[in-house]
């Protein structure tokens, strides 16, 4: 069962410098201490489901600059809709994914993808 979103602020993810953890995702990919407090937070475990299920795509698994590292943002918009968009650079999207209900709490935020964790910026 998922917590109800708390407040949150992008002060309390940048907080996070570095890991002492690394939880294990059931799809094969690895994730922080940040990205933990801020799923457990924000109530958005789901945004690391969608992170690790975009990486069997061949869209991504077949790109050698994803390969590297891929930068993931997602966007809340007004109407609570949204959008997550994997980058290999800023503005080069790789591939985007129309969120069409979110109760995130955050207008956006960053998140990393590098040999296989997702990691805040911060953690970076």
């Not at 698994?61 to 966007?75: A, E, G």
């Not at 591939?95 to 935020?109: A, G, N, R």
Request: with cysteine; net charge negative; hydrophobic share 40%.
């Amino acid at each position: 069962m998922t917590q109800s979103p708390q407040p949150l602020t992008e002060a309390d993810l940048a907080q996070f410098t570095g890991t002492s953890t690394y939880y294990q995702h059931s799809l094969g990919v690895q994730y922080t201490d940040g990205v933990h407090y801020l799923a457990e937070r924000a109530g958005a475990y789901w945004l690391i489901d969608a992170i690790a299920s975009w990486q069997i795509d061949p869209r991504v698994h077949r790109d050698p600059m994803l390969q590297q590292i891929q930068f993931w943002k997602l966007v809340v918009n007004d109407d609570r809709s949204a959008l997550l968009v994997c980058e290999r650079d800023e503005g080069d999207v790789a591939v985007s994914q129309e969120i069409p209900f979110t109760d995130f709490p955050l207008k956006q935020v960053r998140l990393y993808f590098q040999n296989g964790v997702v990691l805040l910026p911060s953690e970076y």
